[in-house]
């Protein structure tokens, strides 16, 4: 993992990979919990012994659930010191070109895409790519953009 000291050093890696997550499993505990947490029971998710029929052959995260990687994935890249607080502010551009089976394994890409000037300090975009091992296509990629201040 990367540490960025300040949103000075942060400047100068405008444009640049920021680094590569460590690969983490997908488990099935965790797709039943965020089926639970946002009620999203579709049985592609939940139900081992019907997925095993359907168009994957076992069950698979939901997309939602990959997207909501992104806060360990880029703790696990980079580290920005230095600031007094730092915010999730959205997204823009969220794709989910691959599904992600359950039992398999996921690491983010994160590169950033733009840092601008805000009151009180920087907002930052960074595009974050999924990536699940062994696949040639992403699971997700997305823009997303946090502010730093001061």
């Known amino acids: ?32 919990n965020f089926a639970a947490a946002t009620g999203d029971w579709q049985w592609i998710h939940t ?11 076992t069950t698979i995260a939901h997309g939602f659930l990959t997207l909501s990687l992104l806060p360990v994935i880029v703790a696990d890249t980079a580290a920005v010191t230095g600031i007094s607080l730092a915010l999730n502010y959205g997204l823009n551009k969220v794709r989910f070109p691959q ?3 359950v039992g398999s394994r996921v690491r983010g890409v ?18 974050v790519t999924i990536e699940l091992e062994g696949a040639t296509k992403p699971a997700c990629v997305a823009e997303s953009v946090v502010r730093y201040l001061y």
Request: glycine share 10%.
């Open 47 to 57: 139900d081992v012994e019907r997925a095993k029929d359907g168009p994957f052959k």
């Open 110 to 127: 994160v590169r950033n895409l733009s840092i601008e000037d805000v009151k009180g300090g920087v907002q930052v975009v960074n595009q």
């Open 99 to 101: 599904p992600v089976p």
């Open 1 to 32: 993992m990367a540490t960025i000291d300040g949103i000075d050093e942060l400047r100068k890696l405008q444009g640049q990979e920021l680094g590569t997550s460590p690969w983490r499993e997908v488990t099935q505990e965790q797709v039943n």
